[in-house]
């Protein structure tokens, strides 16, 4: 178990968390329905934390692990409140189209 | 008003005390009752091997009853059918020809006489409304089948087999609180029969 | 087949598991579809993380993400019923646009980050990511994150409680 | 002490004229600055001949920053502020309408009178700066409120050029400060400062200064705020800016550019006056060309102070002397002028020359009051013009002669329109407009004596002020 | 041991487990009718075999000969996926449960748990969690709003419950001070079981593992009465099955995890006395955790046949507005207890 | 410390007043709680504090300085506020969602650890979300919540990415320890990325183009108090927490993001002021001045000149947020008074309402940045840092944007002072609003004129 990470550079790992984060950056530009948009924010998040997780075990430090913890934290609050406005604004507007919430433009 | 049954309990609005509202004493109580009931002789009845006994005027199967001749005493008056709630009895009657009068006993008879035993309610409004004492309900159940055509039971079901030995006993059905019964000017159609009978 | 390689074949299944599920996510119409294909990118991801010996993480990772954010996320989408298929058509030079800024972030990025190896010198510890070394870390230097990440909590509760319930007025 | 009491007694009268009842308001204003002229007065009477700064009060103010709240007057303060509160009396005593007129307008006007005092008396550049921006903002209001027609255009590009002018002018001194050795914006430290830069760097700081006191005065091409605005403000604003405000834009001149840029006026300067004297030939042909008569006299006072200009920037101790001396003489003639347009587009709601003439039958007194300011204005001898203009020419000689021939032109040319304009509404016959003109009231007359007598004495007795400024111009072109 | 006789042990291991699981389950509903039938004052099946032992027999071979009914409008492959998963998952989490202490053969230990996972509870909670997929994937597939309901019903029920459930193992964890399923069993020898220590944690935690298996009275996913059977409305004959056979081994590894957990696993009080060899105590150590899993088995249904349904809304005021605040409150006195009793500094 | 510790309990006592029933009286209570915090952290200012909790947070001068600019402006922002949440049903829910926010606002501003500079934004974030679209009836108001929630998150993502690779970089969240592997490693790729993606995060936090398009539609559709506090105390403590990252943490690689931020800094100022003179509504001009301003402040960092820097940002963010806080209590009683929030709501309220109009030009004026107000100050020394660390060209960039912005801000005077009348119903302004009013004009004019009162506190 000791010697687990060695046949893999971190180099790989970089590559992996920066795809999977671009795809969520893409998902958010890409998408009109809140949800899904909302959901590639999520992957860009989970990206990071594996990029964390990563370099945490290549320092042998552990402060990344725990820091992975707090982003989980507040990936968790982000949502309660997220899907809480989004329940809301259903409420009133009917739709999830983030292109029909242009009443506030001009 | 008197209460219909012993276990009625008149419904109060109070608050609950802490504990009635935790719960957990009712909801022990209500085990303690099913683990009793867990225990207690069991109340199942198995049916093939064991039967219950019937009640003396249940009601069963019909008959269409012949009388001491065989001949069938059905008239296809039609009483039957319209005292039927549940409309579930068909007939078509026919002329006797020359020759039958064993097979009939009067001039007219059921040619097709049916019932259909999916519509059946068994209340026996039929047997009380026959004058001719041709239809009673029996003692036997009514046979399951396969389809539903199956459960429209024409003459080949109903009417009793000829044979003096198989003949159906509805004597149970004809007890002398019956006949009495009977009298009741609101059957007086049916007295005429009996007079005839006891004549 | 060393050990090693099996780890390297591992994570490139995984990596390129996570990888489409992720682009699945994006591409797909039906929002139920992207919420499974995401939850499956997690698993991948989680995946990761046992390769990395993160065990504690992996697990958490299900717990959190999969387990209650994306239930969280399928039943917004069933209670509002939006797995509608129909969604109005973006500008496709819009999408066009948004395809290559993330290829472009994705290349800069991967560009400047190569052969990070070299830089981080520390030998790889075992060990870090089992549970008494973390709580180590958060409940010694991490004490103070770990409280106020209450406080975040409790904003998130009060003001999700707040805007879901209706006003009587 | 007496610098700050000079400008303190306006602010507090600002403040309280808030709370005082309507109808006083206008007494309460003039009593207010009459106590501050007669102090003023007395402090001139007594100022020493030296160059040194006097009277000065330095209090600590943004510690952190090197920022003094540090007052004084030298003798060109001393004019200046004398000119100040000399003719805000009289501003407000010029006021008629004094049912629209409310409390917040003389406060207003007491408010500037606190910050051009400011500006003339201040030694630190921060609070320079701050004064600066302070007058500001009352002639804003005042123009906002009380001004004509098109006033929010007008008056809002006049608030943007200036304000443009002065952030430039901030940035510069923000570099000299940063440029000082310990920091500070006290004046002796900002001109150290600026003599030690090389001459690119002083050129741009000459530029930043140049546009913020060029937007002021205002000099060719930077003056197209000016004419519009002086139109469109009211009476008593309009003397503000032109008799006082733009003075600060030549002071700032004479108090910052000439000592702290030496290299960047000697390579630059020349610059500057060509287009200060293009502006004065530029505006003087416009003048001429002008038939409203506030218009024309708002050009005229761009042709003046385009020379004033051009005799500082020549930056030799005549030059600034006819520059100071021609300051106080413009105040007193274009607030004299621009009284006399009021009282013309009081009584015959027209400022079209064209449509009036004959009041000399009408109004003797008007008539003569208007000579005699005319006269200052074209600089006939014995009038304050004259004296100013002699020097200031003079002072342009010396640094390139062309320019003194080209800047001459501006005489001739002011006599053209000022004569004209005076031939055209004051002799001939009458008009429909002009028939019924009614002398001046004791209160016009109030106005405009002092000043008539002022462009007497400056006329004859102009040493009574060259040498008080002399030491402190000295001084300043040393470079000590 | 060499490696590939550790994994043939694994194997035959994890191929028991399975088995026993599916045994049990497939006994279970057996064992519901009969307990249903006995608190009916009935005897329940008893014509297929000697007591109608061979019922569950019988009713899977009656499930698979079903006809396979597959709506038109569903998403076929998320509707085969439902029920995959809900098999799956209650499958998997037997894997971390110690069934008995360890067996010593011919110099070899062979512990009698398939993996000893440090942080066992985390994953049967993450197991747990994902289990509900399988509910909402099936109630959503089938395109049946009684279904969605189900299915809706389900997942907030699982969330809301998972917190005072977590909750409550906290306080566990804090008393027991590992996260690892077989230290907690093991040290509960003798009297030291810790429904003892934690009392009202366990009753949390019975009340969330009711919640959990969607058991009576939270069986509100599938209450037939209101929506016709929930989730698994349109499901028929084997994936039916799995629905409700995922049911039963969730309850078979409920009940293991609470004896476990609270009820000492293996151990039973004076056993350790006797001075019995390790093979046999570890023997008798199954037979005893057996016990304890087939009473609390009972006990799940003693409960569906005494209690009604609750209504949604108390399912949700039960849920967060009694459970979790007692959880948390049992979380701070049990950190109280212990920092009275000096064992936190 | 103690600050956080009295916020946290003022916030769950805020709480339980739904509870206990004392609602009534909770409003004083909130306002003695915050005076007691000011108090408190105003203590810790003398004792030389030690970083806390293994030095995951540092109160140090500056951050005791910017903890006391935060609760001023929110103690501010309460008194202007509490009459429309008094209406709510949920008073003490926005309350306490406010002070918890201000939890996060004071752990941004005095974190010494990339941990609580993440929480502090978040729990700041996430109350702001909430609080956007907490008129839940009113369409705008959601989107606004849900815009301001998309788009916050997605700089979440970028922000943690960002930290991410500084903590691969140096191994360390702590930032005196990133300070110190970033001098002494070589590591230009990964750090530039890295502090690249912090940049794009915290100019999405901070609004500033070209990742401010949310703001505009944010702050125009929130209700107008909510849209207040995130113009003040949000924009307080992003520009707080940004600068003590930039500060502390890169100063070595100045050479590299400054040039980056300069542009920021100039897209900022020019798209933001000239967007904001095209505005008819002035909530909406109010947001495009809250980005310009906001491009003001980047200066500051781009020209990082020590001390001196972070207490140009404390005075500006301090003096913008009491100025902004004036105009937005004057423009929520007159949009309350006619309705509309378009300049021409404001014509003619020097006729009906003096002292509003006045108070009114205070603020624009001092927004304007004209002296003697204290937004001249703030100005002026943000400019002297960058003329100090030869950004002139910069600072002559900003003078121009600074014109433009006279513009618009005098568009809401001369509104004011010169149109006629529109209503002839006189705004009603309550004592407590009239408090407000007063105090935070005079201390406009007051700190316009004495600015060492404030900056001497670093």
């Not at chain 3, 290559?100 to 800069?108: D, H, N, Q, R």
């Not at chain 6, 702001?128 to 839940?136: F, G, R």
């Not at chain 6, 001390?307 to 947020?321: C, F, H, K, N, V």
């Not at chain 6, 100090?388 to 900003?398: D, E, F, P, S, Y």
Request: hydrophobic share 50%; charged share 15%.
């Amino acid at each position: 178990m000791q010697q687990n990470i060695h046949g893999i550079p971190l180099d790989w790992f970089i590559i992996l968390s920066t795809t999977l984060f671009c795809i969520g950056v893409m998902g958010v530009l890409f998408r009109r329905n809140a949800i899904i948009i909302f959901m590639s924010i999520e992957l860009m998040l989970n990206a990071t934390n594996l990029l964390l997780v990563a370099f945490s075990a290549y320092h042998g430090d552990a402060a990344g692990q725990v820091f992975v913890f707090f982003t989980m934290a507040v990936a968790a609050a982000e949502i309660a409140v997220g899907l809480a406005i989004l329940v809301v604004m259903y409420r009133n507007t009917k739709s999830v189209d983030i292109d029909v919430l242009n009443r506030l433009k001009g | 008003m008197q209460a219909l049954t012993t276990r009625s309990k008149i419904a109060v609005n109070k608050k609950m005390t802490f504990m009635e509202r935790i719960y957990i004493p009712a909801i022990l109580g209500g085990m303690a009752i099913t683990l009793r009931h867990f225990f207690k002789k069991k109340v199942t009845i198995q049916y093939p091997e064991q039967q219950r006994e019937f009640a003396p005027i249940y009601r069963g199967h019909h008959v269409l009853k012949r009388d001491e001749n065989g001949a069938e005493r059905c008239t296809a008056c039609g009483l039957c059918a319209v005292a039927c709630p549940a409309e579930a009895i068909t007939m078509v009657a026919a002329e006797r020809k020359k020759g039958e009068e064993a097979l009939y006993r009067e001039e007219k008879y059921a040619e097709i006489y049916e019932i259909n035993m999916l519509r059946c309610i068994f209340c026996g409004l039929c047997e009380e409304a026959c004058p001719k004492e041709a239809i009673f309900l029996t003692d036997e159940m009514v046979l399951t089948d396969y389809a539903r055509a199956g459960f429209v039971h024409g003459k080949d079901k109903l009417v009793e087999p000829m044979d003096k030995d198989k003949r159906i006993d509805v004597s149970k059905r004809q007890t002398k609180e019956v006949a009495e019964f009977k009298k009741h000017p609101e059957y007086a159609h049916n007295q005429v029969y009996t007079k005839s009978l006891k004549a | 087949m060393t050990q090693d390689h099996l780890q390297k074949y591992l994570f490139l299944v995984l990596g390129l598991f996570a990888v489409l599920s992720a682009l699945m996510v994006v591409f797909t119409k039906n929002p139920v579809h992207s919420v499974l294909y995401l939850v499956l990118a997690f698993f991948a991801i989680t995946g990761e993380y046992i390769l990395l010996n993160a065990q504690f993480i992996a697990i958490v990772n299900i717990i959190v993400y999969a387990g209650a954010i994306m239930v969280l996320f399928l039943f917004v989408i069933m209670l509002l019923n939006l797995n509608k298929e129909t969604e109005p058509h973006k500008n496709p030079y819009l999408k066009f646009a948004a395809v290559i800024t993330s290829g472009l972030l994705l290349i800069v990025i991967v560009g400047s980050l190569k052969a990070a190896d070299n830089a981080i010198a520390t030998p790889y510890q075992g060990g870090k990511g089992l549970i008494e070394n973390l709580a180590e870390v958060l409940f010694h230097q991490f004490l103070l994150p770990f409280e106020v990440s209450s406080i975040l909590f409790l904003a998130a509760m009060v003001g999700a409680v707040m805007l879901g319930k209706k006003d009587i007025k | 002490m007496q610098t700050a009491i000079l400008i303190l007694i306006p602010l507090i009268a600002a403040i309280a004229q808030l709370f005082v009842p309507r109808k006083y308001g206008k007494r309460f204003a003039i009593t207010a600055s009459l106590i501050t002229f007669v102090l003023c007065l007395v402090t001139f009477l007594q100022f020493p001949t030296s160059g040194d700064y006097q009277y000065v009060t330095n209090i600590p103010w943004i510690a952190s920053l090197g920022i003094n709240f540090k007052i004084g007057m030298d003798g060109i303060s001393m004019l200046m502020v004398l000119l100040t509160t000399f003719l805000v009396p009289l501003i407000i005593l010029s006021v008629v309408q004094s049912e629209t007129r409310t409390p917040v307008f003389y406060s207003l006007i007491l408010f500037m009178e606190m910050a051009l005092i400011g500006v003339f008396v201040s030694l630190d550049g921060f609070l320079f700066y701050i004064f600066w921006e302070l007058a500001l903002i009352p002639i804003y209001f005042i123009c906002l409120l009380w001004g004509g027609e098109h006033r929010v255009r007008v008056t809002l590009k006049f608030f943007i050029y200036t304000l443009a002018g002065s952030l430039f002018m901030l940035v510069a001194l923000v570099y000299l400060y940063l440029h000082t050795a310990s920091h500070t914006f006290e004046i002796g430290e900002l001109y150290r400062a600026g003599r030690s830069l090389d001459a690119p760097t002083q050129g741009i700081l000459f530029l930043f200064f140049f546009l913020a006191f060029g937007i002021k005065m205002p000099v060719f091409p930077l003056h197209t705020w000016q004419p519009d605005t002086y139109t469109e403000a009211p009476t008593q604003g309009t003397m503000l800016l032109s008799g006082i405000m733009l003075k600060m834009g030549i002071y700032g001149v004479i108090r910052w550019i000439l000592p702290t840029l030496p290299l960047a006026l000697s390579q630059y300067g020349d610059y500057a006056m060509w287009l200060a004297i293009i502006g004065v030939i530029y505006a003087s042909i416009i003048a001429i060309t002008r038939s409203d008569i506030k218009r024309l006299i708002a050009y005229s006072s761009i042709a003046h102070v385009g020379l004033i200009a051009a005799g500082v920037f020549a930056g030799n101790a005549i030059g600034v002397q006819g520059g100071i001396i021609q300051m106080l003489s413009h105040g007193i003639n274009v607030v004299g002028l621009f009284f006399i347009v009021d009282i013309l587009q009081r009584r015959t709601n027209t400022r079209k020359i064209g449509s009036m003439g004959g009041i000399r039958q009408q109004a003797p007194f008007f008539a003569t009051a208007f000579l005699i300011l005319t006269l200052g204005a074209v600089a006939l001898p014995l009038t304050d013009g004259f004296v100013g203009e002699f020097l200031l020419i003079n002072g342009i000689y010396i640094y390139k002669p062309v320019m003194a021939v080209v800047g001459g032109f501006t005489i001739i040319l002011g006599a053209v329109y000022m004569f004209r304009t005076y031939q055209r509404t004051t002799l001939g016959e009458t008009s429909v407009e002009t028939e019924k003109f009614l002398d001046l009231t004791p209160n016009e007359k109030a106005v405009l004596i002092p000043l008539l007598i002022m462009v007497i004495v400056i006329g004859i007795w102009p040493n009574i002020f060259l040498k008080v400024s002399e030491p402190a111009v000295t001084k300043l072109l040393s470079g000590n | 041991m060499t490696f590939t006789g550790f994994l043939i042990y694994k194997a035959l291991l994890v191929l028991i487990v399975f088995t026993i699981s599916l045994v049990i389950a497939m006994y279970s509903t057996y064992a519901e009718r009969k307990v249903a039938a006995f608190m009916q004052d009935r005897l329940g099946p008893n014509r297929a075999g000697p007591f109608g032992l061979l019922q569950p027999l019988a009713d899977g071979l009656k499930m698979f000969m079903k006809e396979e009914i597959i709506p038109n409008v569903s998403n076929k492959f998320l509707f085969i996926l439902g029920p995959s998963i809900a098999m799956f998952t209650s499958c998997v989490t037997g894997a971390v449960i110690p069934w008995g202490g360890s067996l010593h053969i011919g110099g070899n230990v062979y512990p009698l748990q398939v993996t000893d996972i440090n942080i066992g509870i985390l994953y049967i909670m993450a197991i747990t969690s994902i289990g509900v997929y399988g509910i909402m994937i099936g109630g959503w597939a089938s395109n049946n709003k009684y279904s969605l309901l189900g299915a809706l019903r389900a997942s907030s029920q699982m969330i809301s419950y998972e917190i005072a459930m977590g909750l409550a193992i906290i306080a566990l964890v804090m008393h027991t001070g590992t996260l690892s399923l077989n230290k907690i069993a093991a040290m509960q020898t003798g009297w030291h079981w810790n429904i003892i220590y934690q009392p009202v944690g366990f009753i949390i935690f019975l009340i969330c593992a009711f919640a959990e298996t969607n058991r009576t009275p939270f069986d509100l996913p599938e209450s037939d009465s209101e929506l016709i059977g929930g989730y698994h409305t349109e499901y028929s004959s084997m994936k039916l099955g799995f629905y409700l056979f995922a049911e039963y081994i969730n309850m078979f590894i409920s009940s293991a995890i609470i004896a476990t957990l609270y009820f000492g696993g293996y151990h039973m009080p004076f056993i350790d006395r006797l001075g019995l060899s390790d093979n046999f105590g570890a023997i008798l150590g199954i037979v005893f955790l057996f016990s304890k899993i087939f009473f609390f088995i009972f006990f799940f249904m003693w409960v569906r046949w005494t209690l009604p349904r609750f209504r949604y809304d108390q399912l949700m005021n039960l849920g967060w507005k009694v459970l979790i605040p007692l959880s948390i409150f049992n979380v701070a006195f049990t950190g109280t207890l212990m920092w009275i009793f000096g064992r936190i500094h | 410390m103690i600050t956080l510790i009295i916020l946290s309990g003022l916030g769950i006592l805020t709480l339980f007043a739904q509870i206990l029933r004392f609602r009534k009286g909770l409003f004083p209570v909130i306002l003695v709680g915050l005076a007691a915090a000011f108090y408190f952290t105003s203590a810790d200012y003398n004792s030389n504090p030690q970083p806390w909790f293994s030095s995951m947070l540092d109160f140090n001068h500056y951050a005791i300085a910017f903890s006391r600019s935060i609760i001023i402006i929110a103690f501010l922002w309460f008194m202007m506020a509490r009459n429309y949440f008094l209406q709510e049903t949920s008073a003490t829910d926005h309350f306490a969602l406010v002070i918890f926010s201000l939890v996060g606002a004071v752990s941004m501003v005095s974190y010494n650890n990339l941990t609580m500079l993440f929480l502090g934004i978040e729990i700041l974030s996430l109350s702001a979300y909430v609080l956007a679209a907490s008129d839940k009836g009113n369409i705008l108001s959601n989107e606004a919540g849900f815009k301001y929630f998309l788009m916050g998150s997605f700089a979440t993502g970028f922000l943690l990415f960002g930290i991410t690779l500084i903590y691969g970089v140096s191994g360390s969240f702590d930032l005196h320890t990133i300070q110190q592997s970033i001098a002494t490693h070589q590591q230009p790729g990964m750090v530039l990325i890295g502090i690249l993606l912090l940049l794009v995060g915290l100019c999405f936090k901070a609004s500033l183009v070209p990742f401010h398009f949310w703001a505009p539609d944010v702050y125009d559709g929130a209700p107008t108090p909510v849209t207040a506090y995130m113009a003040t105390v949000v924009k307080t403590a992003a520009f707080g927490a940004f600068f003590r990252l930039f500060y502390i943490c890169f100063p070595d690689m100045i050479s590299q993001w400054a040039n980056v931020l300069w542009w920021i800094v100039v897209l900022t100022l020019f798209i933001a002021n000239i967007t904001a003179v095209r505005q008819n509504s002035v909530k909406r001009m109010l947001a495009y001045s809250s980005i310009a301003h906001a491009g003001y402040l980047a200066i500051a960092i781009v020209s990082m000149n020590g001390d001196a820097s972070g207490r140009a940002i404390l005075y500006y963010t301090l003096t913008y947020s009491i100025s902004t806080i004036t105009a937005f209590t004057v423009l929520y009683m007159v949009a309350r008074n006619s309705g509309r929030e378009d300049f021409g709501a404001f014509e003619g309220l020097a006729k009906t309402n003096p002292f509003l109009s006045f108070v009114m030009v205070v603020a624009m004026l001092s927004l304007a940045g004209i002296p003697p107000t204290a937004g001249f100050f703030g100005k002026y020394y943000i400019f002297q840092n960058a003329i100090a660390t030869h950004n002139t060209g910069l600072v002559l960039l900003a003078v121009i944007a600074a014109l433009i912005g006279v513009f618009y801000y005098f568009r809401v005077i001369i509104a004011v002072y010169f149109k006629p009348e529109q209503s002839s119903i006189p705004i009603t302004v309550g004592g407590l609003h009239r408090t407000v009013l007063f105090i935070t004009t005079l201390l406009t004019i007051l700190l316009g004129l004495f600015p060492d009162l404030i900056l001497q506190w670093i």
